[in-house]
Protein backbone atom coordinates (compact mmCIF):
# COMPACT_ATOMS: atom_id res chain seq x y z
CA UNK A 1 0.00 0.00 0.00
CA UNK A 2 0.58 3.21 -0.64
CA UNK A 3 1.46 5.87 2.02
CA UNK A 4 -1.54 8.01 1.62
CA UNK A 5 -3.54 4.42 1.47
CA UNK A 6 -2.20 3.30 4.72
CA UNK A 7 -3.48 6.40 6.60
CA UNK A 8 -6.55 6.38 5.08
CA UNK A 9 -6.47 2.28 6.50
CA UNK A 10 -5.64 3.77 9.92
CA UNK A 11 -8.23 7.02 9.60
CA UNK A 12 -11.54 4.58 8.66
CA UNK A 13 -10.62 2.27 11.56
CA UNK A 14 -10.23 4.46 14.02
CA UNK A 15 -13.59 6.11 12.63
CA UNK A 16 -15.02 2.71 12.75
CA UNK A 17 -13.63 2.25 16.02
CA UNK A 18 -15.14 5.52 17.61
CA UNK A 19 -18.29 5.00 16.20
CA UNK A 20 -19.43 1.80 17.09
CA UNK A 21 -19.62 2.96 20.73
CA UNK A 22 -23.29 4.33 20.94
CA UNK A 23 -24.48 1.93 18.09
CA UNK A 24 -24.31 3.39 14.90
CA UNK A 25 -21.26 2.33 12.57
CA UNK A 26 -22.07 4.92 10.37
CA UNK A 27 -21.43 8.56 12.00
CA UNK A 28 -19.90 9.56 15.36
CA UNK A 29 -22.55 11.54 18.04
CA UNK A 30 -20.86 15.09 19.11
CA UNK A 31 -20.02 13.05 22.51
CA UNK A 32 -18.01 10.36 20.26
CA UNK A 33 -16.36 13.18 17.91
CA UNK A 34 -15.11 15.14 20.94
CA UNK A 35 -13.86 11.71 22.63
CA UNK A 36 -11.76 11.00 19.42
CA UNK A 37 -10.50 14.18 18.67
CA UNK A 38 -9.20 14.58 22.44
CA UNK A 39 -7.75 10.85 22.58
CA UNK A 40 -6.64 11.09 18.61
CA UNK A 41 -5.25 14.56 17.98
CA UNK A 42 -3.80 15.56 21.76
CA UNK A 43 -1.10 17.25 20.43
CA UNK A 44 -2.82 19.32 17.85
CA UNK A 45 -5.17 20.67 20.26
CA UNK A 46 -2.97 21.48 22.72
CA UNK A 47 -1.04 23.42 20.11
CA UNK A 48 -4.06 25.47 19.06
CA UNK A 49 -4.97 26.64 22.82
CA UNK A 50 -8.66 25.34 22.00
CA UNK A 51 -10.60 22.86 23.41
CA UNK A 52 -12.79 20.93 21.44
CA UNK A 53 -16.19 22.35 22.19
CA UNK A 54 -14.72 26.07 21.45
CA UNK A 55 -15.53 27.69 18.36
Avoid at 25 to 45: G, I, N, R, V
Amino acid sequence: MTQLETAMAILMKTFDTCAAGEGKKDSLSKAEAKKMLEKELPTLLKASGRKVNEP
